[in-house]
């Protein structure tokens, strides 16, 4: 597919596409334009979805009161959210996808073998483009996010995983459980884009 350089997609993938995905997904956003204002932060397109989507659903009460501490527990962010189903539509239209476990990236790309290229659980990828040196990319947001995905991808097997890169399920545990969930993935969210999209 050709690529324009106006613009960076970005998809999130987990199961329900009601937790994990949503808030990387709301918070990225919420990231993107606190860095970047409103403008630029729209260069880069945001978006989730689910292998096995509890599709049209809204996002999981537990995991929109989890994003308070960022204040985006209102309508704005998270109440219009509706989950859906991974297709094929918005996989390959994706410049980056970050799932939340491996066996989630292990699904996406027994589906689209063509995307292993860009395909990563968000802790991996996280790790492995902090490691990047940051003053070798572009300036401009586009091309430097396709740049840091290039260097993230050459960083494979060069950077230790401390555990299993996975953002745990929070459905069906308790509220901290879906609280730490939300922290594990504003931690790695941060620490890509501190790389891909640092504060002008």
């Not at 970047?36 to 995991?63: C, D, F, K, N, T």
Request: charged content about 25%; proline content about 6%; overall charge neutral.
């Amino acid at each position: 597919m050709q690529r324009d350089d106006e613009t960076f997609r970005l998809l999130y993938v987990c199961t329900g596409n009601v937790c994990r995905s949503p808030g990387a997904e709301i918070l990225t956003r919420h990231l993107l334009r606190g860095r970047l204002g409103g403008r630029e932060a729209a260069r880069i397109e945001v978006a989730s979805a689910g292998v096995r989507a509890v599709v049209g659903a809204p996002m999981h009460p537990e995991s929109r009161a989890a994003l308070e501490p960022w204040a985006l527990d209102t309508d704005h962010w998270s109440g219009d959210f509706r989950a859906r189903q991974l297709s094929a539509g918005i996989v390959r239209d994706a410049d980056l996808v970050l799932t939340a476990s491996r066996k989630h990236r292990s699904t996406v790309l027994t589906e689209f073998p063509e995307m292993l290229g860009v395909t990563f659980s968000l802790v991996e990828f996280a790790r492995l483009v902090s490691a990047v040196d940051a003053t070798m990319l572009p300036p401009d947001l586009v091309k430097r996010a396709r740049a840091a995905v290039d260097a993230a991808r050459a960083q494979r097997g060069l950077v230790p995983a401390d555990g299993d890169d996975r953002i745990p399920d929070p459905i069906g545990g308790e509220p901290q459980d879906y609280r730490n969930a939300t922290a594990m993935t504003f931690r790695a969210v941060v620490d890509v884009l501190d790389v891909i999209a640092p504060r002008s």
